[in-house]
C-alpha cells in the first residue's frame, strides 16, 4: 500500500492517459485562440536615438563648469521639461500623431499626450567608469536613448526626432540659463558686499574722528606725554622752591638795608642824590621780569635784556663813583650806596615774585594737560574694543568681497567655456532610424508563451473535471474512503464485441483527423491563408460542426 | 409480525422432521447429480450426506459466459488470476474466520456486482471440492439467470414467500458444484423484513453442510433499504467499486451504511490499475 500523500506520477500519467482525447481537444483549441491573440496584436515599431553624454573637454583641474548636477539628473530634468503637456500636444498636432485615435475615438489631447508619454521612454547607457584622482570605479552615464513607440514606423521616426532635437535644445537652454544664473547671482552678491564694505569703512572713519587721540595707536604716544609733563611739573616745583627760598633771603636783604638807611638819614640829612645809573638798572630790570613773564628763559628778547641788566651791574660794580658827581662826601657816599643797594634788592625781589607767578600759570596749565591725559589713557581699552570689532567687520566682508571676486572670475571662464561649447555637452550619436523590425510583440516567445500556458491550463482543466467527479480512480483511493483492504482489483473483461467496436470507432475517427488535417493544409497552402486572417468565430463554428458529427469518446463519457 | 415468523419456522421444523426423506425442505443438502453431460472441467470431490433428487440442471454454453464476460472458467483467461486471487482471499475468511455465506454489493448500481459474484463463484468450485450457492438476491432486477441462459420457474422470491421448496428453486448447471437460486423477473418485489428472517432461516439450512459457501449477489447499498435487510444474516460482505465510475463519496455512504455488517474488503472492478499483490 503507498503510504505517500498526494499524487504519484503515475496516477498523473493514468489521469493524461484517460483524459487524452479532452486534454488534446482543449490545448488545441487553447492554443489556437491564443495564437489567433498573438497574431492579431498591431505590431508597435520603435525608434530610438542616441545622444552622447560628452564630457569636458578641458580639465576639470583648471576649469570647473557652474552646471553642477550630474548628467543622469540633468537628463530627467530635461526629460521633465521636454514631456510638458502642450509640447506633447504641439508635436501631436504638428505630425498627427494620434490622428486615428483622436478623431475616431474623440480621445481627449491631454489624454492623448499622456499616452505619448507612455510610448516614450528613456534608456541611460551606464558605462563603469574608474575615477583617476580616487581610483574607485563608479558607473556613469556615458550616452543615453531616447526611444518612442508607434503603430506606424514612419511616425516613431518622426517623433522620436523631434524628440531627440527637443532634448538637445533643452540642454543647451538650460545650460546657459544655469551659467547666466550663476554669473547674476555673484554679481549681484559682489555689489552687495562693496555696499557693505562701504559703509563700514565709513563708520571706522566717524569712529577714528569721534575717538582721536584714544585710539590705540595713540596710546604710547599719550603716555609718553603724560610722563614727560610730570616731569615739567617736577622741575617747575623744584624752581618754584629755590624762587620761594632767594624770596626770603632778598625780603631779609632789604629789611636790613632798609634799617641801615634810616639810621644813616637821621645822621645826615642831606638826601643823597640817586644814581642815574642805578636807575637806569631798575628799569632795566623790571623790564627783564616783565620780559621772562611773558616767554621762556632762552627767548632772545630775555636773553638781551638779561645781558644788559648785567652789563649795567658791571659798570656800577667797577665804578662805584657815578663820575658826574665825584666830590660828594662820604655820608652822602654811604647813603647812596645803600640807596642803590636797596634799589637793587626790590628790584630782584620783585622779579622773583614775577618769575613765581609765571611759574605757576605755566604749572596750573600743565597740571591740565596731564589730566586730560590721563582721561585719554584710560578711555583707550573701550575704544580699542569698539574700533577692533569695526576693523574685523571690515576685515571679514573684505574677504567675502575678495573670495567673490575670485569666484566671479571663474564664472567668466566657465561662462566662455560654455559658450564656445567646451564644456560637458550632449551630442546626437545616432539620429532615429526607420525602424523595420516590430519592436513588440515578440511573437515567437508569445506563441511559445501560449503553447505553455495551452497546455498547462489544459491539464489544470482535465485535473479539475477528475476532481470535480470524485471517482474513484486507485486503489489508494478506495481504501480511503472504504477503510477497508482491497481484496482483488479486477481489470476490464474485454469481450470480442468489444473489441470490433472499438477499433471501428478507431478507424472512424483517425480518418475524420486525417481529413480534417489536409483540409487545414489545403486552406493554408492553396489559399496562403495567414494567420492573422483567421477570424476566431469562423474556426468554432467548424469546430463545432465536426464536434457533431465525430463521436469523441471525451463526449461521450460522463 | 414475530407470530408469523414462529409459525413459519414451525412448519418448517415439521416438514424438515416428518418428511426428512423428501426432497422438498428448507434444509438442503448438495449432492453431484449422477449424470453430467457437459461438465466444464475440473475435478468433482467431496462427499454429501444428501442428495438431490428433483433439482433442475442445464447446460451452460461457454460462448455465451464468455459474452457475458464470465472468464474464470477458463484457466488461461488473463482476469481469471484475479479472481484466483480474490478466491484464495475469502477461502482464507472462511476457514479461519468462519465466514461461510458472503453478500456481494455496490455502493450504487451497474458496477459489475453479478459478473463478479458469478467469477468468483465460478473461481471457488474450479479450485477446491467446496459446494457454492449462488443466489440472486437482487429481487427487483435479477440477471444471473440471464448471464447463465437458465430457465427460471420459481426464484427467491417464491422461496421466501414460503410459495414452493427449495429443491423448487434451486438449479444446477454444467459447472460442477454449482449451485444457483436465480431471481424470477416477474415477481418484482422488495424485500422486508419477513423476507429477511426467512433468509436467515436458508441461510442456517445451506450451513449445514460444512463444505459449501452461499455467495449473495446483492442490489446495491444506496437507494435500496432491502439490501440491508439481507446483509445483517451473512456472514461477510464485500464491496464492488467500479473504477473510474463510482464515486469516493459514494464509497464513504455505502461504507456508513454497511458499519453494522462485516465488510471483508473491496474489489476494485474495471481497473486499469496493475494487481494488488496482497
Known amino acids: ?558 | 409480525m414475530v407470530e408469523k415468523i414462529k409459525l413459519a419456522l414451525e412448519r418448517a421444523y415439521k416438514e424438515r422432521e416428518g418428511n426428512s426423506q423428501k426432497t422438498v425442505s428448507t434444509t438442503v443438502s448438495l449432492s453431484e447429480p449422477k449424470v453430467e453431460p457437459q461438465s466444464i472441467g475440473g475435478t468433482v470431490t467431496g462427499s454429501f450426506t444428501h442428495s438431490l433428487t428433483d433439482s433442475r440442471y442445464s447446460v451452460v454454453d461457454t460462448d455465451k459466459l464468455a459474452r457475458n464476460r464470465i472468464v474464470t472458467y477458463d484457466d488461461t483467461n488473463e482476469h481469471a488470476e484475479s479472481f484466483r486471487l480474490l478466491r484464495t482471499q475469502l477461502l482464507h475468511y472462511i476457514e479461519t474466520a468462519g465466514v461461510s455465506t458472503i453478500g456481494i454489493t455496490s455502493p450504487a448500481g451497474s458496477d459489475g456486482k453479478t459478473i463478479v459474484s458469478l467469477n468468483l463463484a465460478i473461481s471457488m468450485v474450479r479450485s477446491s471440492d467446496i459446494n457454492v450457492v449462488l443466489v440472486d438476491g437482487d429481487l427487483a432486477t435479477p440477471s444471473v439467470d440471464k448471464l447463465l441462459g437458465l430457465d427460471v420457474t420459481f426464484g427467491l422470491v417464491d422461496l421466501l414467500n414460503n410459495h414452493v421448496g427449495l429443491s423448487e428453486v434451486l438449479q444446477r448447471v454444467s459447472i460442477p458444484n454449482l449451485w444457483i437460486i436465480p431471481g424470477r423477473r416477474e415477481a418484482v418485489n422488495l424485500m422486508d423484513k419477513r423476507h429477511a428472517s426467512r433468509v436467515e432461516e436458508l441461510v442456517d439450512g445451506f450451513s449445514i453442510s460444512d463444505r459449501s459457501i452461499v455467495i449473495v449477489d446483492l442490489p446495491p447499498v444506496l437507494g435500496r433499504d432491502d439490501t440491508l435487510a439481507f446483509t445483517t444474516y451473512l456472514d461477510g460482505i464485500l464491496l464492488v467499486v467500479q473504477e473510474g465510475e463510482t464515486k469516493t463519496e459514494e464509497v464513504e455512504r455505502a461504507m456508513n451504511l454497511l458499519k453494522q455488517c462485516n465488510v471483508l474488503g473491496t474489489v476494485l472492478n474495471k481497473s486499469t490499475q496493475k494487481q494488488s499483490t496482497r
Open chain 1, 1 to 558: 500500500m503507498e503510504q505517500e500523500e498526494g499524487l504519484p506520477i503515475s496516477d498523473l500519467i493514468s489521469l493524461l492517459w484517460r483524459r487524452k482525447w479532452l486534454f488534446l481537444l482543449s490545448t488545441f483549441l487553447l492554443l489556437l485562440a491564443s495564437l489567433i491573440v498573438v497574431f492579431k496584436i498591431p505590431p508597435t515599431y520603435r525608434a530610438t536615438g542616441q545622444i552622447l553624454v560628452e564630457q569636458q573637454e578641458i580639465p576639470t583641474q583648471w576649469v570647473n563648469s557652474t552646471v553642477a548636477s550630474y548628467a543622469d539628473e540633468r537628463i530627467q530634468a530635461i526629460g521633465q521639461r521636454v514631456l510638458t503637456t502642450s509640447n506633447l500636444v504641439s508635436l501631436i498636432e504638428k505630425l498627427g500623431v494620434y490622428n486615428q485615435e483622436r478623431y475616431a475615438n474623440n480621445l481627449s489631447l491631454e489624454a492623448l499626450a499622456a499616452r505619448m508619454r507612455q510610448n516614450f521612454s528613456v534608456e541611460n547607457v551606464r558605462a563603469s567608469i574608474r575615477d583617476r584622482n580616487t581610483g574607485q570605479t563608479a558607473s556613469a552615464t556615458v550616452a543615453f536613448r531616447i526611444s518612442f513607440d508607434h503603430p506606424s514606423p514612419e511616425v516613431a521616426q518622426d517623433v522620436a526626432t523631434e524628440l531627440v532635437n527637443l532634448y538637445l535644445a533643452e540642454n543647451v537652454q538650460s545650460r546657459t540659463k544655469a551659467i547666466t544664473d550663476t554669473r547674476q547671482f555673484l554679481e549681484s552678491e559682489a555689489d552687495r558686499l562693496e555696499k557693505s564694505l562701504a559703509q563700514i569703512e565709513e563708520k571706522i572713519s566717524v569712529f577714528k574722528e569721534e575717538n582721536l587721540g584714544a585710539l590705540p595707536e595713540h596710546q604710547s604716544l599719550n603716555i609718553t606725554a603724560y610722563q614727560r609733563t610730570e616731569q615739567q611739573i617736577d622741575e617747575i616745583d623744584r624752581t618754584l622752591d629755590s624762587l620761594g627760598e632767594r624770596k626770603i633771603i632778598l625780603e631779609a636783604g632789604i629789611d636790613s638795608a632798609r634799617r641801615f638807611l634810616e639810621s644813616g638819614r637821621s645822621n645826615t640829612d642831606t638826601v643823597a642824590e640817586a644814581d642815574p645809573r642805578q636807575v637806569r638798572l631798575e628799569t632795566l630790570e623790571s623790564e627783564l621780569s616783565n620780559l621772562e613773564s611773558r616767554y621762556s628763559d632762552e627767548h632772545p628778547d630775555v636773553i638781551k635784556k638779561r645781558r644788559e641788566v648785567a652789563a649795567l651791574r658791571e659798570q656800577i660794580a667797577t665804578e662805584p663813583e657815578y663820575p658826574g658827581r665825584v666830590d660828594t662826601t662820604i655820608v652822602n657816599a654811604v647813603s647812596e650806596q645803600g640807596d642803590s643797594s636797596l634799589v637793587r634788592l626790590n628790584t630782584e625781589l620783585a622779579s622773583a615774585i614775577s618769575e613765581e607767578d609765571s611759574l605757576r600759570v605755566r604749572r596750573n596749565d600743565l597740571v591740565g594737560k596731564l589730566a586730560e591725559l590721563d582721561v585719554l589713557i584710560n578711555k583707550t581699552p573701550e575704544v580699542e574694543r569698539e574700533y577692533k570689532s569695526l576693523i574685523r567687520d571690515h576685515e571679514n566682508t573684505q574677504a567675502k568681497y575678495n573670495d567673490i571676486r575670485g569666484k566671479q572670475n571663474s564664472a567668466r571662464v566657465s561662462e566662455s567655456l560654455e559658450l564656445e561649447q567646451k564644456g560637458e555637452r550632449f551630442t546626437l550619436l545616432e539620429p532615429p532610424l526607420l525602424p523595420e523590425i516590430p519592436h513588440k510583440p515578440n511573437r515567437k516567445k508569445l506563441s511559445i508563451l501560449a503553447l505553455g500556458a495551452s497546455l498547462f491550463s489544459s491539464f489544470g482543466l482535465i485535473f479539475g473535471v477528475d476532481w470535480m467527479q470524485g471517482k474513484v480512480r486507485s486503489v489508494r483511493q478506495l481504501e480511503r474512503a472504504s477503510g477497508v483492504p482491497m481484496l482483488a482489483s479486477i481489470g476490464n473483461i474485454v469481450t470480442q464485441s468489444d473489441v470490433r467496436k472499438r477499433s471501428r470507432r478507431r478507424l472512424l475517427f483517425l480518418s475524420l483527423i486525417l481529413i480534417f488535417l489536409g483540409a487545414l493544409a489545403f486552406m493554408f497552402n492553396f489559399y496562403e491563408i495567414k494567420a492573422e486572417d483567421v477570424n476566431p468565430a469562423e474556426i468554432k463554428r467548424f469546430f463545432n460542426s465536426w464536434l457533431d458529427k465525430i463521436n469523441l469518446p471525451v463526449l461521450n463519457r460522463g
